[in-house]
């Protein structure tokens, strides 16, 4: 069977309910993908004997010649199944962790798209109250350029200090702390004093260029007209133009902050919006963020009775929100 039969033999057995979840329809996506694996493993299986068989006819001489086309042929065929074999069973297990652990994403990438949608600072903050978690938000100065704007991502930390003339290398480290962020990460600075800005237009270009999703500091930006015109969140206590160049340096990176508060660690989530910006710690991530989604979800409907009418009282005795 030709793989082109195998893809149509799959789209003939596919379920047409368009009304599945997105659970239901991830299940059934993976077993479509076992399926068209089994064909292809039987096509592999019939090519394979055919060239071994070549093999016993010309005694085995193509292995002792590198140039053999036969012996590269059925390298290329156990190589790129192995390779293949081993993605598709982390697949599996990733997709298994999740159905175990109730969580609604299998990445990073799911997660934080899941966060700037369907979440807001306020909830979460809610969520970590309950577990005991009270010192999470930064100070309510640390407010997003636009109001609209939302980051969500893992803290990349930096330690500022100020300095009394231009630091050797120029800003001390500042370049390499930006140099190693790595996608879905935040630039999260601190420790200088509000004499000078800490970010800019050509650092959040660098940063975005890097897979960043924002930037989020205990002081001052600038070149904000052109920060706003690419749209990329950076959260702060304000603007102001004075360059840190002759005042202050990158002395760390990677390294636990204390921001008022709030202790972020490196990998931590950072949540900001307009109303503030919370940071989650890494060990509870899971549970913090699942309990938040379904919480949304209830809010969701005490707004939707609230609107109808129904007494406020009434509504806090059935979904226990207000």
Request: hydrophobic residues 40%; contains cysteine; proline residues 4%.
């Amino acid at each position: 069977m030709s793989l082109r039969s195998a893809r149509k033999r799959v789209a003939l057995e596919e379920p047409q309910d368009r009304t599945a979840g997105p659970a239901l329809q991830r299940d059934r996506i993976v077993d479509r993908r076992e399926l068209l694996v089994k064909v292809i493993n039987v096509q592999e299986l019939i090519i394979c004997g055919t060239l071994i068989m070549e093999l016993i006819n010309c005694g085995g001489a193509a292995f002792a010649n590198p140039k053999s086309k036969i012996a590269n042929r059925l390298y290329a065929i156990f190589s790129v199944r192995a390779k293949s074999g081993k993605a598709a069973s982390a697949g599996r297990a990733g997709i298994q962790r999740s159905r175990e652990s109730g969580m609604e994403w299998k990445s990073d990438e799911e997660l934080f798209q899941l966060m700037r949608t369907q979440l807001y600072t306020a909830i979460v903050g809610d969520i970590l109250d309950v577990k005991g978690r009270t010192r999470q938000f930064l100070p309510p100065e640390c407010q997003p350029l636009r109001p609209e704007m939302v980051v969500a991502g893992r803290a990349m930390t930096v330690l500022e200090v100020d300095v009394s003339g231009e630091a050797d290398p120029p800003f001390g480290r500042m370049l390499e702390a930006l140099d190693s962020l790595q996608p879905h990460e935040i630039y999260v600075a601190a420790g200088s004093s509000n004499s000078y800005a800490l970010w800019g237009e050509l650092m959040s270009t660098a940063a975005r260029a890097r897979g960043a999703t924002g930037a989020v500091l205990a002081g001052l930006t600038r070149d904000t007209n052109g920060i706003l015109a690419m749209n990329f969140p950076v959260f702060c206590y304000g603007r102001y133009a004075q360059d840190q160049r002759l005042r202050g340096q990158v002395v760390d990176h990677h390294v636990p902050l204390e921001i008022g508060q709030a202790l972020v660690r490196p990998g931590d989530i950072v949540f900001g919006d307009i109303d503030g910006v919370l940071v989650v710690p890494r060990e509870i991530e899971a549970e913090v963020i699942s309990e938040a989604l379904e919480r949304s979800r209830r809010e969701r409907q005490a707004h939707a009775e609230l609107a109808r009418g129904r007494y406020a009282t009434d509504v806090f005795k059935e979904f226990g929100i207000l």
